[in-house]
């Protein structure tokens, strides 16, 4: 009698460790299940506002928006970045931007044609409008066709149309917003245009004297060596 007992007690305990064992991977299956659709809302999330970011960050270009509301979509890093290059463009003699790379030299020899040619509409944050102003670098290549957005953790891009898993523009996750990172990405819109100079054996400065004539030889008049040296500071 006593052996039945413990024979049916046994059962009864293994039925309930059974359910019990059941019961708790079913937990775990739908914690699991939780956790990946709050991950995949979240990736949507993020998805939806770096779209958004990015069509208000056109309109307040192609509107001249002021320096303030554009320094709010870039990341600090852009902002010092621009800070640093302006004073390089005001102070670097020709040995100097020969050391640059090529968007840097570029971007040097720019600033000063503008410098040049009276070209600026602000006293102030000179380097951000040449960068961001209507008609300005950034404005002409956000012109182009370009393809749809993409985001991978706290990193996005977008590509142009036709190769859009090639990033031409990048974007960092800021707590919750978007911001664009402005020293990688003028990398990756120049680079195109520095296979030249690998061809050529091209310094990144001969270079880019070579594309600002090329650019504005039709406007402007000594696209020369003499953008090299820093004038009227």
């Given amino acids: 009698m006593h052996i039945?007992?413990?024979?049916?007690?046994l059962l009864l305990l293994a039925l309930a460790a059974f359910i019990f064992a059941a019961c708790a991977g079913s937990s775990e299956v739908q914690d699991t299940q939780q956790k990946n659709a709050q991950v995949q809302e979240r990736a949507q999330?993020?998805?939806q506002a770096l779209e958004n970011m990015f069509k208000s960050?056109?309109?307040?270009v192609r509107t001249g928006a002021n320096a303030q509301d554009l320094y709010d979509y870039l990341t600090d890093t852009s902002e010092y970045w621009l800070d640093t290059l302006e004073n390089h463009a005001r102070v670097?003699?020709?040995e100097q931007i020969e050391t640059c790379q090529f968007y840097e030299a570029y971007v040097i020899i720019m600033y000063r044609l503008y410098e040049r040619e009276h070209l600026w509409e602000t006293e102030d944050?000179?380097?951000?409008?040449?960068?961001?102003?209507k008609s300005g670098l950034l404005d002409r290549f956000t012109?182009?066709?370009?393809?749809?957005?993409?985001?991978?953790?706290?990193?996005g891009s977008i590509g142009?149309?036709?190769s859009p898993d090639v990033p031409i523009m990048l974007f960092e996750w800021d707590d919750q917003t978007w911001k664009l990172n402005l020293p990688e990405t003028l990398p990756l819109i120049t680079k195109g245009i520095e296979s030249i100079a690998v061809k050529k054996n091209w310094t990144n400065r001969k270079l880019a004297l070579y594309w600002i004539e090329k650019e504005y030889h039709m406007t402007y008049s000594r696209l020369d060596e003499s953008l090299l040296e820093p004038i009227g500071f």
């Fill in 4 to 9: 039945l007992k413990n024979k049916i007690l």
């Fill in 92 to 94: 670097y003699t020709p």
């Fill in 45 to 47: 999330d993020k998805q």
């Fill in 125 to 133: 944050d000179r380097m951000l409008y040449m960068m961001l102003s």
């Fill in 160 to 162: 142009l149309e036709k």
């Fill in 57 to 60: 960050f056109i309109v307040a």
């Fill in 143 to 155: 012109r182009l066709n370009l393809g749809p957005m993409k985001v991978k953790n706290d990193r």
